[in-house]
Nanobody, 124 residues
């Protein structure tokens, strides 16, 4: 069965960095686009970033552009999100999700599998 397991969240001060990982299993990881979506306290889901199956094409939401970097290692079946210059407004539960195709849809209501999420808290 498909499993997505996020890790790497935690408490960090404003301006700090974190690297999230998402270990995938149960499907051919290299065939599918992958995404990161977040949910801040009391708010709805927000698409953050996605990457195509091969890793050559990446996309970012405006609030994180220039600060976050999505990447993947298809040999390790792992998706990453490097988050730099973190701000309090980045505080959220971060989910990785599998797109049903190889090209990112940027639409979180299209994703067919989700991880359990990892908490990121940015606070002094």
């Amino acid at each position: 069965q498909v499993q997505l397991v996020e890790s790497g969240g935690g408490l960090v001060q404003p301006g700090g960095s974190l690297r999230l990982s998402c270990a995938a299993s149960g499907f051919t990881f290299s065939n599918y686009a992958m995404s990161w979506v977040r949910q801040a306290p009391g708010k709805g889901l927000e698409w953050v970033s996605d990457i195509n199956s091969g890793g050559a094409s990446t996309y970012y939401a405006d609030p994180v552009k220039g600060r976050f970097t999505i990447s993947r290692d298809n040999a390790k079946n792992t998706l990453y999100l490097q988050m730099n210059s973190l701000k309090p407004e980045d505080t959220a539960v971060y989910y990785c999700a599998k797109d049903p195709g190889s090209t990112p849809s940027h639409l979180y209501d299209q994703y067919d599998y989700w991880g359990q999420g990892t908490q990121v808290t940015v606070s002094s």
